[in-house]
């Protein structure tokens, strides 16, 4: 399931008890997650990339950097990567260990190098994507599949999940 690709890194923070909440916002063709927890910023590959990049749009980059196995082989076999590769846009704001990003994707290519800022705001993560209908003609999100999915996520993570949809 796509949203399950987008919630890979607040479960493997779940787990060490750096994330207690997600909300999710089911759009038509799309979505909006927003968990308080930053992704990844420090640098990665020869100190070049921030991890956050190699996590949004590396093959298998989310798999290969979780903490905890576990999730990774059930939340994200593929990655956030393919997720991100099937939507027209896939924006990420996130804050953590004091500094800031926000990231921008299309077909998920980086639309412009990363700003890391300096920022005292909370560790928190907003990922809001809308897929390609042109790839996707009929998708449509299964509301009752994602009800119990985070019910299921909420119960074993010991997190709160909220689901709501768009109208």
Known sequence: ?????????????AIDGHCSTVKILVKDFGAVIEYDA????????????????????????CSNMKKHIEV???????????????????????YANGQQATLSFKAGKLQHPVNLQKSEHADFTRMA????????PRFTFNEATIHQHAQEIGIKYGISVDVSKKS
């Open 1 to 13: 399931m796509f949203l399950l690709q987008s919630l890979c890194h607040a479960i493997d923070e």
């Open 38 to 61: 930053g992704l990844p910023l420090h640098p990665v590959r020869n100190g070049q990339v921030p991890a956050v990049v190699i996590l949004m749009s590396g093959p298998r980059g």
């Open 129 to 136: 994507f809308q897929l390609d209908d042109t790839i996707l």
């Open 72 to 94: 990774g082989s059930e939340y994200c076999e593929l990655g956030i990567a393919l997720l991100n590769a099937l939507c027209c846009n896939f924006s990420v704001v996130t």
